[in-house]
């Protein structure tokens, strides 16, 4: 079993930056995939990106060339550094990881991982 705790939450305006942690514990793999998902309100949960084994690194659309994913395997912690916030990326954001048979690849939905953490709480306003 895998436990996954994030923190780095808080409110912001906009344009601020914020930096998320999570902090693996427990079983860990070297085939894991680790991303960052976000549940906006009344939105279905999005995936906002993820980097595999590989340390190949995916963003969603919305995000990219604000947000970077990182990890650090010695510390066993993921980061998501988010810059030039806007009110929309107001949401709770999730720390989640899986098991890849060979690495080297990330899933797209939300309901290919099977560890979750129990979501930091991100606010941007205007």
């Known amino acids: 079993q895998m436990q996954l705790v994030e923190s780095g939450g808080g409110s912001v305006q906009t344009g601020g930056s914020l930096r998320l942690s999570c902090a693996a514990s427990?079983?860990?793999?070297?085939?894991?995939?680790m991303a960052w998902f976000r549940q906006r309100p009344e939105r279905e949960r999005e995936k906002v990106a993820d980097i595999d084994s590989d340390g190949n690194t995916r963003y969603a659309d919305s995000v990219k060339g604000r947000f970077t994913i990182s990890q650090d395997n010695a510390k066993n912690t993921l980061y998501l550094q988010m810059n030039s916030l806007k009110p929309d990326d107001t949401a709770m954001y999730y720390c989640?990881?899986?098991?890849?048979?060979?690495?080297?690849?990330?899933?797209?939905?939300?309901?290919?991982?099977?560890?979750w953490g129990q979501g930091t709480q991100v606010t941007v306003s205007s």
């Open positions: 427990g079983y860990t793999n070297s085939t894991d995939c």
């Open positions: 989640a990881a899986v098991s890849v048979i060979g690495g080297g690849y990330c899933y797209t939905a939300a309901y290919g991982y099977n560890y």
